[in-house]
């Protein structure tokens, strides 16, 4: 499956990425208004984030792992591995915001939704027209979705 | 506000962040290499300092909701038609440092003409057809060094002829433009792979500058032109043989009569293995080469490289344009170089005196046909191919040059421009927010070879089409049936003694 995959050689460490994300997800897909009043009305909050050491920085996100653990661990059913287009699915309304995925999880890409018992992790922005909201906002194609 | 002192009142550019438009996302912040914008806590809130922007628009590029605008800032100063602003603060920098001011790209003097401005093209009409390069070929390969001035042919014994003459290695470009020298370390390694890829894949030139070769880039020798300068820094026998040809560089159109100056900061670990020097030190090329104080001495480097490798690639040597340039030029010639590159006083640098690049030196369209013609007068002219530089703007930049005289022409700063350089000239800084001259690890990944290698290709490929429909226009199929040919130049307000200098017509004539 494509997946979206992260250069740390070239991530310029701008958070775009994070941004676009945010006004993707958001209700009004407005930037001004998803960071100015959905971040604190609804507790809108990114799916990748990037982290930085020194000079090197990344943007993660979820990987949609193969055999991923926070399936495994998922008490309640609401994260999914879709057989069809390989992601891992999130459903908001049966989790109970056990984070036990939270913790299953090797790579650290799954937040816990700031207002909420709810988590929120990356979806591959899979019904927006364009693809994923990060890729197509980096200005230095430090984010690729590809087939690898 | 407290006491300021002047320097911080008289700064170039002002911020205008749009408050409605503003969200305190700090992407601003973290690209600011100048820090310009910050992160104000007790606010809690981006806020700026006026004083610290360079004006490079980095910020204005990435804000994702356009909200900044950078702008010049209206000038304080009292009108005064000899004090202009950049005298007045130039005094004022200097009485606080009491050092030479430093900076960087090309001179933005505007009183020196730009005579390629004030030169027009021809056209077909009627009387010759012009040629549709969409539908025709159209030639724009180029070869740089010496050339026969006849050929000689024996037959063999079945009767076919054999070339007897013996023909002197040449560099093969598929179009007339190579990327100018710019030194591993002045600008960074993304951006030398980035040329180096771009010019395999166009076919053409790039020039290494006078900071050795990295040796992963070894592999692209066949498109790379190897630079010696004063301070011999990278030099080896492996590099002299890694190119398709070697340069040795006098001068350098920015900064004619001074050595290249690469400050310790920008010496990192890469660097200091390529340019064989101490990690940190600065590197400082002598004026001269020490080893050449005349013709004859230059005529034994040439020989020196010549040996050294092999004989299989041709010498090239590049002096600034300077007073009496077509003299030393056919100096040059007969002393053994099979090309001479001619570098003008608008040509880029990553650090120079701004005293030296603004003053010093001639525009390169005069010292351009001036060595043209001293070389043919002489008889000389097929003994070395001309390529001229410095301040070449466009397609038509590069076909008036042509028309000059040149071969083919080192473009620079047109290239950065390419792969987003603002001409902030903040170069010398080691702080370049484009991470172009800059080899601050966190600075230099905004360069993407990928990117930055596609825009290069892309450059080359707009300017090669261009050149081929003015071409086409003038009847022309052939780049080569356009080399000297300054019957397609027509001056337009120029004076009679430029126009003997230029060798061209009034238009009109």
């Known amino acids: 499956m494509k997946r979206v995959y992260p250069d740390k050689e070239y991530c310029i460490g701008c958070h775009i990425c994070e941004l676009a994300c945010l006004t993707a997800h958001s209700k009004s897909k407005d930037l001004i208004l998803a960071y100015t009043v959905e971040r604190t009305s609804d507790g809108l909050s990114p799916c ?101 | 506000m407290l006491f300021q002192p002047i320097n911080r009142n008289y700064h170039e550019f002002s911020i205008d962040r749009d408050k409605d438009k503003c969200i305190n996302c700090k992407v601003c912040v973290r690209q600011c290499a100048y820090e310009a914008h910050y992160w104000d806590e007790s606010r809690q809130k981006v806020m700026h300092d006026n004083a610290k922007c360079v004006g490079c628009h980095r910020c204005e590029a990435l804000c994702p909701t356009s909200a900044l605008l950078i702008q010049k800032k209206k000038s304080d100063f009292r009108d005064n038609a000899l004090w202009k602003p950049e005298f007045i603060k130039y005094i004022y920098k200097q009485a606080d440092t009491g050092g030479v001011l430093l900076t960087g790209m090309g001179s933005p003097v505007g009183n020196i003409p730009v005579y390629w401005d004030k030169m027009l093209l021809d056209a077909s009409q009627v009387t010759n057809p012009s040629i549709d390069p969409l539908r025709e070929p159209m030639e724009l390969k180029t070869f740089l060094g010496a050339k026969p001035d006849k050929l000689e042919f024996t037959k063999t014994k079945d009767g076919s002829p054999k070339l007897k003459t013996r023909l002197t290695p040449n560099i093969e470009l598929n179009y007339p433009m190579m990327f100018s020298a710019m030194s591993f370390g002045s600008i960074n390694f993304n951006l030398h792979i980035a040329m180096a890829r771009a010019a395999t894949e166009l076919g053409i030139c790039y020039n290494t500058g006078e900071g050795g070769l990295h040796k992963s880039l070894y592999q692209y020798g066949k498109n790379t032109i190897v630079q010696v300068a004063s301070g011999r820094f990278g030099v080896h026998r492996d590099f002299l043989n890694a190119g398709a040809g070697i340069e040795i560089k006098v001068g350098q159109g920015a900064k004619p009569g001074i050595g290249g100056h690469l400050p310790g900061e920008k010496i990192n670990e890469m660097v200091s293995v390529t340019r064989m020097v101490p990690l940190g030190s600065d590197a400082i090329s002598p004026a001269p080469h020490h080893d050449i104080y005349s013709i004859e001495d230059l005529h034994q480097l040439i020989y020196a490289l010549k040996e050294a490798s092999e004989y299989r690639v041709p010498v090239s040597v590049k002096i600034a344009a300077v007073h009496n340039v077509a003299a030393i030029a056919s100096g040059i010639v007969r002393a053994g170089a099979d090309i001479v590159a001619i570098d003008g006083m608008r040509g880029g640098t990553g650090a120079a005196p701004g005293m030296i690049r603004d003053n010093v030196g001639i525009p390169i369209e005069l010292a351009l046909a001036q060595v043209d013609q001293r070389l043919r007068d002489e008889g000389i002219r097929s003994r070395a191919s001309i390529v001229a530089a410095g301040g070449i703007r466009c397609s038509a930049d590069v076909v008036k040059a042509i028309a000059l005289g040149a071969d083919a022409v080192y473009f620079a700063t047109a290239a950065l421009l390419a792969v987003g350089c603002t001409l902030c000239g903040k170069c010398y800084t080691g702080k370049c927010p484009w991470g172009i001259a800059t080899n601050d690890a966190k600075l230099a990944k905004r360069q993407n070879p990928d990117v930055a290698a596609k825009k290069l290709v892309n450059l080359v490929h707009a300017w090669g089409h261009e050149i081929e429909e003015m071409l086409g226009g003038m009847g022309l199929n052939s780049i080569e049936s356009l080399r000297g040919n300054r019957d397609k130049l027509r001056a337009v307000g120029l004076s009679d003694t430029e126009m003997d200098i230029l060798g061209v017509k009034h238009a009109g004539r």
């Open chain 1, 48 to 148: 990748k984030h990037v982290h930085e050491r020194g000079p090197t920085c990344v943007a993660l996100s979820c990987r949609h792992c193969d055999e991923p653990a926070c399936v495994a661990a998922c008490i309640s059913g609401a994260l999914q591995k879709d057989p069809e287009s390989g992601r891992t699915t999130y459903d908001r309304e049966k989790c109970v915001g056990c984070w036990s995925c939270l913790m299953a999880c090797p790579f650290g890409a799954i937040a816990r939704h700031p207002l909420e018992n709810k988590i929120v992790k990356c979806d591959l922005c899979f019904d927006r027209p364009g693809g994923p909201a990060c890729v197509a906002a980096c200005p230095n194609l430090a984010l690729k979705q590809e087939e690898r």
